[in-house]
């Protein structure tokens, strides 16, 4: 399968998934990702907001608040293709639907800080290999943000979203772990 057809594919099995499924599934892998020894040294996390049956990252946000850490969840500017993170406050407060209807912050919310105050980036996408490699929705916001950061990445997936060995493009950013309901992947660890 071409990497269209592996998104399509992928897409159709997590819609495919119910509510209380993702739910519980989530709450696993975020659990997973609390326990991560690089999550609990960093200062600065950046994650994405769920859409359309993602991996939730709510309880993800409020438990990383909690523990006194920094939040922040991007900003997007889709004619020129770029996230801008943004500090959260306040969740869900700070936030209202943006670009395709996915949760960003409000403009008098809007709180930017640079990408290389980032220590993770929790990273969003359709399906990834075994390597890191992702497929996400086509556009490339992601791909464009990994290449202006050396914050450690990790991406929340369902098992059923990891797929077998695919090549990346030319501009493609590995993860540097995978975490599912079901294990960690490390790609890449830090020193």
């Known amino acids: ?35 991560l020894e690089e999550y609990r040294r960093a200062n600065v996390i950046m994650t994405y907001l769920d859409f359309r049956n993602e991996v939730k ?11 006194g850490k920094k939040v922040t969840v991007p900003a997007t500017d889709p004619e020129n293709i770029r996230l801008t993170p943004s500090l959260l406050l306040a969740f869900p407060e700070d936030l209202k639907p943006g670009s395709w209807g996915i949760l960003e912050p409000a403009p008098d919310c809007f709180r930017p800080v640079k990408p290389g105050e980032i220590d993770i980036i929790i990273v969003p996408g359709v399906a990834f290999d075994e390597k890191g490699n992702r497929i996400g929705y086509g556009k490339g916001f992601y791909d464009r943000f990994l290449n202006e950061t050396n914050a450690f990445s990790i991406a929340p997936v369902f098992e059923m979203q990891i797929r077998p060995a695919f090549s990346p493009g030319a501009h493609d950013r590995p993860v540097d772990c995978l975490v599912t309901e079901e294990r960690v992947i490390y790609i890449k660890q830090l020193p």
């Open 1 to 35: 399968m071409n990497k269209y057809e592996i998104r399509k594919h992928t897409l159709a099995a997590r819609m495919a998934l119910c509510p209380s499924e993702v739910s519980l599934k989530s709450s696993l892998i975020t659990e997973k990702i609390l326990s």
């Open 57 to 67: 990252t709510g309880e993800l946000i409020q438990r990383t608040m909690k523990m």
